[in-house]
């Protein structure tokens, strides 16, 4: 076993989803400090709905490792995840689709020059960048490629009311965008793509997240279910129960091999 995981959401609605998929029963409440409450999952994973933004986001995953770290008896974290809906970037990702993270980008952290884009790196100041171990990847992408030889019987289902043993969703394994405002426009989507060329999606709270559990010495990686494409703002055309589904199922597939199989950083 991964010692023991924290998945944070932005918001109830992911939270749920993932618990679903974790398939571990209904979950223990536990008040943390700030006003958030994790929830439990038979001491082995907790979940924990972080805010949205990377610096809500930031703050909520800082606190849920602090107070493991001064109050917990049940061992460390070994793992955080970073896990929601996400924006997709085209071809790589379409709607319905998973992003695992290869690398977790602060997308629009440093300055606008005459020149061009700095990133933060670039200024002097930190980091915009972090790396995903290859050997936690390679895990996780197995378990989604096992998953997709799966046959969907007569009763799969939608894809957000899917039953366990249907086929995997498709995924991208590529850096994944975290940004404090949401694309909206065809050039800002242009901007970024040309910018990161290989991103496959891009969500809000990534980085953050990676933040804290970097500052804890904890690996992160983020997951993503696509629910539009990067682009002009179109609400008539967001799929957010096919992309929450698409989410339950590939924690589902993950709670069985990922998660309850020995891993260590290298």
């Known amino acids: 076993m991964v010692h023991r995981i924290l998945i944070v959401t932005a918001v109830a609605a992911e939270a749920d989803s993932v618990s679903a998929g974790l398939g571990l ?4 409440l536990l008040p943390l400090p700030g ?28 606190t849920a490792l602090a107070h493991e770290a001064l109050t917990g008896d049940r061992g460390r974290y070994g793992l955080v995840v970073s896990a929601g ?41 930190g980091r915009s960048v972090h790396h995903v171990p290859e050997a936690l990847t390679d895990r996780i992408t197995t378990a989604l490629t096992a998953g997709s030889t799966d046959t969907a019987g007569p ?17 991208a394994l590529a850096p994944v965008l975290t940004v404090s405002t949401v694309t909206g426009t065809a050039r800002r989507a242009a901007e970024l793509a040309e910018r990161h060329p290989t991103a496959a999606a ?15 010495g904890v690996p992160v990686v983020e997951i993503r ?39 260590e950083p290298s």
């Open 225 to 263: 279910a696509v629910s539009n494409a990067v682009g002009p703002r179109d609400r008539a055309a967001w799929r957010i129960g096919e992309a929450l589904g698409a989410l339950r199922h590939t924690f589902e597939l993950l709670s069985r091999t990922v998660f309850v199989e020995p891993w």
């Open 35 to 62: 006003g958030l409450t994790l929830r439990r999952h038979r001491d082995r994973v907790d979940v924990l709905v972080g805010g949205v933004g990377p610096a809500a986001v930031a703050a909520a995953t800082g």
């Open 155 to 171: 009763d799969a289902g939608t894809p957000d009311t899917a039953a366990p043993g249907t086929t995997a969703p498709p995924y």
């Open 85 to 125: 809906i996400a924006g997709g970037f085209l071809p790589a990702a379409p709607v319905g689709s998973v992003v695992v993270s290869s690398a977790i980008v602060a997308a629009d952290l440093g300055a606008e020059t005459p020149d061009g884009y700095l990133a933060v790196e670039e200024l002097g100041f």
């Open 25 to 28: 029963g209904d979950p223990g």
């Open 202 to 216: 891009e969500a809000m709270e990534g980085f953050g997240v990676a933040e804290a559990a970097a500052a804890h």
